[in-house]
């Protein structure tokens, strides 16, 4: 509206001066002028105030939502107004946020009462045999070791479930150090050799010493993940096979087993969080160690790859950008 009025009002001082209008005219010329701009001025900022307050209440409505608990709200982000867009943004990837931690929060309470149910009631079956009066010592011993055992089942389940919850953060920020790849490897190996020796699976190394930018303590989650895995469905006297090289600014890790294998099927739900296979693989753990693999490979921007068949073994090949 100012606008408007203020280039009219120029027109008319220039069109008096040069002579083209009287006082009369000019008095008559701002009147008739002035109202209009009056009434198309009041029209432009009512439709511009309404236009601007819509996408504010629209907002309102969203907030609402979220706050009864529906974090699918989405908000437009382009918009006229730099600041509205701006808004619309910031809502959005609060909601995200917000989403992703429901998701981990209800992952985390079904997940507990599922897998956790089977290893409980072993441990109260136990329990109930060891209050019994005609049991001897040695079956007593024999009924606390099995509690033992599944206690440390159910330890090691709860720390991958937290474990899991943490890196599954959509932004979680990983802490990169440099260190040489393959003697964490090396030390993950001594670490779980008893496992290994156990089974009197041979060890073939063929590691080619390099330093790689990354987060050392999740890479060896990966390491002993998928080498546990390795030694636990290798048959006694199996032979566990593990290769680093760095190529290209590529670091790949091959880890082969010639164990039991899986099939095709199985192959393309493995990385899938608590999935286990209905094979003798299902009898430990909780299906959730190669989900930790995938999403801590998937931090540090590389892939992995597995090639398997039933009853000739498996290989993992991971790729890590250097």
């Given at each position: 509206?100012?606008?408007?009025?203020?280039?009219?009002?120029?027109?008319?001082?220039?069109?008096?001066?040069?002579?083209?209008?009287?006082?009369?005219?000019?008095?008559?010329?701002?009147?008739?002028?002035?109202?209009?701009?009056?009434?198309?001025?009041?029209?432009?900022?009512?439709?511009?105030?309404?236009?601007?307050?819509?996408?504010?209440?629209?907002?309102?409505?969203?907030?609402?939502?979220v706050a009864e608990g529906d974090f699918t709200v989405r908000f437009k982000e382009k918009h006229?107004?730099?600041?509205?867009?701006?808004?619309?943004?910031?809502?959005?990837?609060?909601?995200?946020?917000?989403?992703?931690?429901?998701?981990?929060?209800?992952?985390?309470?079904?997940?507990?009462?599922?897998?956790?149910?089977?290893?409980?009631?072993?441990?109260?079956?136990?329990?109930?045999?060891?209050?019994?009066?005609?049991?001897?010592?040695?079956?007593?011993?024999?009924?606390?070791?099995?509690?033992?055992?599944?206690?440390?089942?159910?330890?090691?389940?709860?720390?991958?479930?937290?474990?899991?919850?943490?890196?599954?953060?959509?932004?979680?920020?990983?802490?990169?150090?440099?260190?040489?790849?393959?003697?964490?490897?090396?030390?993950?190996?001594?670490?779980?050799?008893?496992?290994?020796?156990?089974?009197?699976?041979?060890?073939?190394?063929?590691?080619?010493?390099?330093?790689?930018?990354?987060?050392?303590?999740?890479?060896?989650?990966?390491?002993?993940?998928?080498?546990?895995?390795?030694?636990?469905?290798?048959?006694?006297?199996?032979?566990?096979?593990?290769?680093?090289?760095?190529?290209?600014?590529?670091?790949?890790?091959?880890?082969?087993?010639?164990?039991?294998?899986?099939?095709?099927?199985?192959?393309?739900?493995?990385?899938?969080?608590?999935?286990?296979?209905?094979?003798?693989?299902?009898?430990?753990?909780?299906?959730?160690?190669?989900?930790i693999v995938k999403r801590i490979i998937d931090l540090h921007q590389g892939k992995v790859i597995v090639d398997s068949e039933l009853n000739k073994g498996?290989?993992?090949?991971?790729?890590?950008?250097?």
């Amino acid at each position: 509206m100012t606008i408007s009025m203020s280039l009219i009002s120029i027109v008319m001082i220039v069109l008096y001066y040069v002579g083209h209008l009287d006082e009369s005219d000019t008095l008559f010329l701002l009147i008739w002028f002035i109202l209009p701009s009056l009434i198309t001025g009041t029209t432009i900022a009512f439709l511009v105030a309404i236009k601007g307050l819509r996408p504010i209440l629209k907002m309102c409505n969203a907030i609402t939502k979220v706050a009864e608990g529906d974090f699918t709200v989405r908000f437009k982000e382009k918009h006229l107004i730099h600041e509205v867009s701006q808004m619309a943004e910031c809502f959005n990837i609060m909601v995200k946020k917000l989403d992703n931690m429901n998701i981990l929060h209800n992952d985390f309470i079904n997940n507990v009462s599922h897998e956790f149910r089977t290893p409980l009631s072993v441990i109260e079956g136990y329990a109930g045999l060891l209050e019994e009066d005609q049991v001897n010592k040695t079956e007593r011993i024999k009924y606390a070791n099995q509690i033992m055992k599944v206690t440390e089942k159910l330890s090691s389940a709860i720390n991958n479930i937290l474990f899991y919850s943490k890196i599954s953060l959509e932004e979680i920020k990983v802490e990169k150090e440099l260190f040489n790849l393959s003697e964490s490897i090396r030390e993950v190996l001594i670490m779980i050799e008893s496992e290994w020796s156990s089974k009197n699976i041979a060890v073939d190394l063929e590691l080619q010493d390099f330093f790689y930018s990354g987060n050392k303590e999740m890479l060896e989650e990966v390491w002993s993940n998928l080498i546990e895995n390795a030694i636990k469905f290798s048959n006694i006297y199996g032979k566990l096979e593990i290769t680093t090289f760095c190529n290209n600014y590529i670091a790949t890790i091959i880890i082969s087993d010639n164990g039991v294998g899986m099939s095709k099927e199985t192959q393309e739900k493995i990385f899938d969080k608590f999935f286990q296979a209905e094979t003798s693989h299902s009898q430990e753990g909780a299906g959730i160690g190669l989900s930790i693999v995938k999403r801590i490979i998937d931090l540090h921007q590389g892939k992995v790859i597995v090639d398997s068949e039933l009853n000739k073994g498996t290989t993992f090949t991971i790729h890590l950008p250097v």
